[in-house]
T-cell receptor, first 112, second 115 residues
């Protein structure tokens, strides 16, 4: 059974650009969550989706957005990138929102 | 609001020695508790979880944790560590109502196992 797949693994962007990160959950999982990991702030919750609906949102500016498709795949978008957006972005999938979450390997975004 | 405090940022220990990584949480509602491990350049792997029932929870790789409601703690233990256990460990909490899968993480504890 394939795990959670995040693409790309590494990304370098320039300040002011926008970026889209992708997450393919484990087959059969309908819930996807996103987290940002930085050395200073640690792991912080971004969004939670279930069946294409956002169920929960973390305390991030509106530049951070996400969506989930009918096949449960999810994308997150960050517009007008800032240096502080450099982080490891982790996606987690679960069967439903209150069952065990399995994490992908993450996308490391570097903003220069 | 919920919060998680991992009391040690780094824990150095010699191989084959026992180890305890400490975690305290704060919540006004019932919670589910988790421990995750992260190896360099990897995502998070679930070690163990407490949802309900027995307060002693056994996980993978020989780890176990004990839920102590009165002390609001969920410390992780291993009786004998290996070099391969060197990694970052995260304690996390989610609402016990099951209305959300949102995880609140502690700041992490780096376990350094020395030969």
């Amino acid at each position: 059974k394939a795990g959670v797949t995040q693409t790309p693994r590494y990304l370098i962007k320039t300040r002011g650009q926008q970026v889209t990160l992708s997450c393919s959950p484990i087959s059969g999982h309908r819930s996807v969550s996103w987290y940002q990991q930085t050395p200073g702030q640690g792991l912080q919750f971004l969004f939670e989706y279930f069946s294409e609906t956002q169920r929960n949102k973390g305390n991030f500016p509106g530049r951070f957005s996400g969506r989930q498709f009918s096949n449960s795949r999810s994308e997150m978008n960050v517009s007008t990138l800032e240096l502080g957006d450099s982080a490891l972005y982790l996606c987690a999938s679960s069967f439903t929102w209150n069952t065990e979450a399995f994490f992908g390997q993450g996308t490391r975004l570097t903003v220069v | 609001a919920q919060s998680v405090t991992q009391l040690d940022s780094q824990v150095p220990v010699f191989e084959e020695a026992p180890v305890e990584l400490r975690c305290n949480y704060s919540s006004s509602v019932s919670v589910y508790l988790f421990w995750y491990v992260q190896y360099p350049n990897q995502g998070l792997q679930l070690l163990l979880k407490y949802l309900s029932g027995s307060t002693l929870v056994k996980g993978i790789n020989g780890f176990e944790a004990e839920f102590n409601k009165s002390q609001t703690s969920f410390h992780l233990r291993k009786p004998s560590v290996h070099i391969s256990d060197t990694a970052e460990y995260f304690c996390a909490v989610s609402e016990g109502s099951g209305n959300t899968g949102k995880l609140i993480f502690g700041q992490g504890t780096t376990l350094q196992v020395k030969p």
